[in-house]
């Protein structure tokens, strides 16, 4: 799978999860504006590539729906 800098990360429900910002060893970490409010805002999370159903044209295409997928995130 290649996945890059910029490109969106969809639940397998087609909702918006948050934007690449680049892949780290097994996790691909999101840009800090995708990073929700609250305590979350500011933060960059990282979802596991063992989410990750597929590459389809400028889409990452997660397994799990958005809400799911939101869980699974980690922070740092």
């Known amino acids: 799978m290649d996945i890059k800098e910029h490109m969106e990360v969809i639940g397998a429900d087609g909702v918006h999860v948050g934007t690449v ?16 409010e609250g305590s979350h805002k500011g933060h960059h999370h990282f979802i596991a590539k063992s989410l990750v ?3 389809e044209g400028n889409k990452v295409r997660l397994s799990a729906n958005a809400d799911v997928a939101v869980t699974m995130e980690q922070e740092k």
């Not at 910002?21 to 929700?36: A, Y």
């Open 53 to 55: 159903a597929g590459v």
């Open 21 to 36: 910002d680049k892949v780290e060893g097994g996790r691909i970490k999101l840009t800090k504006k995708d990073s929700g």
